[in-house]
């Protein structure tokens, strides 16, 4: 594999274009940024360690003379891509409890006391027949 191909380059250079001008749009001098291209990257990662853990898996044996042979007939290709999908679904499988959706029962925002008069009046003339009305 030649590394430094058209859509290698193009690849590396159009992300490092993106992640500037992301960098230098950011009203707070990056703060909003770092943490975004870290949960772009958390992706990046899981793909690449899923790969090496499938090549580890079957160290023994020789992907390329397996896939040369299953490419013969279409079904052995066919057969071959949908197992090397299965693996690498299950693989990839492991990253998925790493995902972490914020719990609203147990954050409140600071600011939310503040407001509170005027979402119960809100709620009182746009909705008055609500069950939970008044807590």
């Known amino acids: 594999m030649k590394p430094f191909r058209f859509r290698n380059l193009f690849?590396?250079?159009?992300s490092?274009?993106?992640?500037?001008?992301?960098?230098i749009s950011d009203p707070n001098g990056g703060n909003l940024t770092i943490p975004f291209l870290a949960k772009l990257a958390t992706p990046v990662?899981?793909?690449?360690?899923?790969?090496?853990?499938?090549k580890a898996l079957f160290d023994y044996l020789d992907m390329?003379?397996?896939?040369?042979k299953a490419k013969e007939t279409a079904t052995?290709?066919?057969?071959?891509?949908?197992?090397?999908?299965?693996?690498?679904?299950?693989?990839l499988s492991l990253f998925g409890s790493q995902v972490y959706a914020q719990d609203v029962t147990t954050y409140i925002p600071a600011q939310a006391t503040q407001h509170l008069p005027i979402l119960r009046s809100e709620q009182q003339q746009l909705w008055s027949?609500?069950?939970?009305?008044?807590?």
């Open 11 to 14: 690849m590396v250079g159009g």
């Open 76 to 91: 052995g290709a066919g057969l071959a891509f949908v197992g090397l999908c299965i693996v690498i679904f299950g693989l």
């Open 129 to 135: 027949d609500h069950p939970k009305q008044g807590i």
């Open 16 to 23: 490092l274009i993106v992640m500037l001008y992301l960098f």
């Open 64 to 68: 390329g003379q397996l896939y040369r």
């Open 45 to 54: 990662i899981a793909v690449f360690f899923a790969h090496l853990a499938r």
